[in-house]
């Protein structure tokens, strides 16, 4: 097997353990506040602890991203890549031995500190993949990602009620660790460390001035941020929206569970034949149709009829959302100038996580001024700008430069 492949396939399985493992404790957040261990037991105090529990990995994340980045590039994409795997490891065992809700607070702003395993995986999979396959190789490695974001909940869910919530904890830091030694013997990188310290030693803050100098990197990574400020904003109110749209408390939560899981069902099966698709067609093109069609469909969700009309519309998104992360991962690394990759990714990352923390909050505040439909409005609206500032700043200028 080719070196490429082989760090693909690798890389494939990491992000699967780890996105898997970091979702798989969701579920049962709130319900482990109330344990005996930890012994919360006011339902106001443990809705507020879980929401800034949650936000903590986000915020920390977002600051500390750039950081490693820098040292990406100079250190090397793999060493970056098992510091964040065993690192988190570490974190979240020692959380199944957490006594307070302070404890969890600060091992997951620790984790978010110390994360990182996604940049880096990126970053390495673009500087070892040929070019004309470089599509294919983000798509295949998103889709890794979100089926381990899929099922994580759901066999976070099943292992609750079978083991308990702290040997769940244990189970997680196992798959991390299981991912990063996988990772340590297979993967391979060719990276030059005395040509890396060679070059000039630019600081985070310059070297995020250079980036932002550039405007399709940019536009690319105002994609990411309203990626996931669209997708991740309405899913708090999406079990509300069900129960709407249900009229009935029989299985309530399946349906919202389902409508929410829906758009990264078909968004894990696209993202490889997409990514394929933009070898063929080019980046910009499938980027462009994707932003498009994305938001065509949050159009028809708020004023969906039924919870099959809604979960109808969010699987037929879920196809064009298949096609923005791997074509920004691709266009990031054809723009971002060399020696300064592993920023230019985790900046992607920063902003990834800023849209979690920030699309909870504004479609809350939006919701109670029009509704949740109201929600789906406003991110269709911004994924238009979002796609006429791509034609701008992308397949305006490239036309332009083939013309020339």
């Given at each position: 097997?080719?070196?490429?492949?082989?760090?693909?396939?690798?890389?494939?399985?990491?992000?699967?353990?780890?996105?898997?493992?970091?979702?798989?404790?969701?579920?049962?957040?709130?319900?482990?506040?109330?344990?005996?261990?930890?012994?919360?037991?006011?339902?106001?105090?443990?809705?507020?602890?879980?929401?800034?529990?949650?936000?903590?990995?986000?915020?920390?994340?977002?600051?500390?991203?750039?950081?490693?980045?820098?040292?990406?590039?100079?250190?090397?994409?793999?060493?970056?890549?098992?510091?964040?795997?065993?690192?988190?490891?570490?974190?979240?065992?020692?959380?199944?031995?957490a006594t307070s809700p302070w404890h969890l607070l600060v091992l997951r702003m620790v984790n978010g500190t110390i994360s990182g395993f996604n940049p880096a995986a990126v970053s390495l999979v673009s500087a070892t993949t040929p070019k004309e396959?470089?599509?294919?190789?983000?798509?295949?490695?998103?889709?890794?990602?979100?089926?381990?974001?899929?099922?994580?909940?759901?066999?976070?869910?099943?292992?609750?009620?079978?083991?308990?919530?702290?040997?769940?904890?244990?189970?997680?830091?196992?798959?991390?660790?299981?991912?990063?030694?996988?990772?340590?013997?297979?993967?391979?990188?060719?990276?030059?460390?005395?040509?890396?310290?060679?070059?000039?030693?630019?600081?985070?803050?310059?070297?995020?001035?250079?980036?932002?100098?550039?405007?399709?990197?940019?536009?690319?990574?105002?994609?990411?941020?309203?990626?996931?400020?669209?997708?991740?904003?309405?899913?708090?109110?999406?079990?509300?929206?069900?129960?709407?749209?249900?009229?009935?408390?029989?299985?309530?939560?399946?349906?919202?569970?389902?409508?929410?899981?829906?758009?990264?069902?078909?968004?894990?099966?696209?993202?490889?034949?997409?990514?394929?698709?933009?070898?063929?067609?080019?980046?910009?093109?499938?980027?462009?149709?994707?932003?498009?069609?994305?938001?065509?469909?949050?159009?028809?969700?708020?004023?969906?009829?039924?919870?099959?009309?809604?979960l109808l519309f969010r699987l037929l998104q879920g196809c064009f959302l298949g096609g923005l992360i791997p074509s920004v991962n691709a266009l990031v690394r054809r723009f971002t100038p060399d020696g300064m990759e592993g920023r230019a990714f985790s900046l992607n990352t920063s902003m990834l996580s800023l849209g979690n923390m920030v699309g909870p909050i504004v479609g809350g505040l939006v919701s109670g001024w029009t509704?949740?439909?109201?929600?789906?409005?406003?991110?269709?609206?911004?994924?238009?700008?979002?796609?006429?500032?791509?034609?701008?700043?992308?397949?305006?200028?490239?036309?332009?430069?083939?013309?020339?």
């Open positions: 097997m080719e070196p490429w492949k082989k760090n693909l396939g690798v890389l494939w399985i990491g992000q699967f353990l780890v996105m898997g493992g970091m979702t798989m404790i969701m579920p049962f957040m709130s319900l482990y506040l109330q344990s005996p261990r930890i012994g919360m037991t006011d339902p106001h105090e443990i809705a507020t602890w879980s929401g800034v529990i949650f936000a903590g990995n986000f915020v920390t994340a977002f600051l500390f991203q750039p950081l490693w980045g820098k040292l990406s590039d100079k250190y090397g994409r793999k060493m970056m890549l098992l510091r964040s795997g065993f690192g988190m490891a570490i974190v979240m065992v020692l959380m199944g031995f396959k470089m599509g294919f190789a983000m798509g295949t490695l998103q889709s890794g990602g979100i089926a381990g974001t899929i099922l994580g909940p759901f066999l976070g869910g099943l292992l609750a009620d079978a083991v308990g919530y702290r040997p769940i904890f244990y189970l997680t830091g196992a798959s991390l660790f299981a991912a990063s030694m996988l990772a340590f013997f297979v993967v391979k990188e060719r990276f030059n460390r005395a040509e890396a310290a060679a070059k000039p030693n630019v600081s985070v803050i310059a070297g995020f001035r250079q980036l932002s100098g550039v405007p399709q990197l940019t536009a690319l990574f105002a994609v990411t941020f309203l990626l996931q400020f669209a997708m991740i904003g309405p899913n708090p109110l999406m079990p509300l929206y069900v129960q709407k749209l249900h009229g009935t408390d029989v299985n309530l939560a399946f349906w919202a569970g389902f409508v929410s899981s829906a758009a990264g069902i078909t968004n894990m099966v696209a993202a490889p034949l997409l990514g394929k698709l933009s070898d063929r067609i080019g980046q910009e093109r499938v980027l462009g149709i994707s932003l498009v069609g994305a938001a065509l469909l949050f159009i028809p969700q708020a004023f969906a009829g039924s919870v099959w009309q809604l509704g949740i439909g109201g929600v789906f409005l406003i991110s269709s609206l911004l994924f238009f700008v979002n796609a006429l500032w791509v034609r701008q700043t992308l397949v305006s200028k490239r036309v332009m430069v083939k013309r020339e």
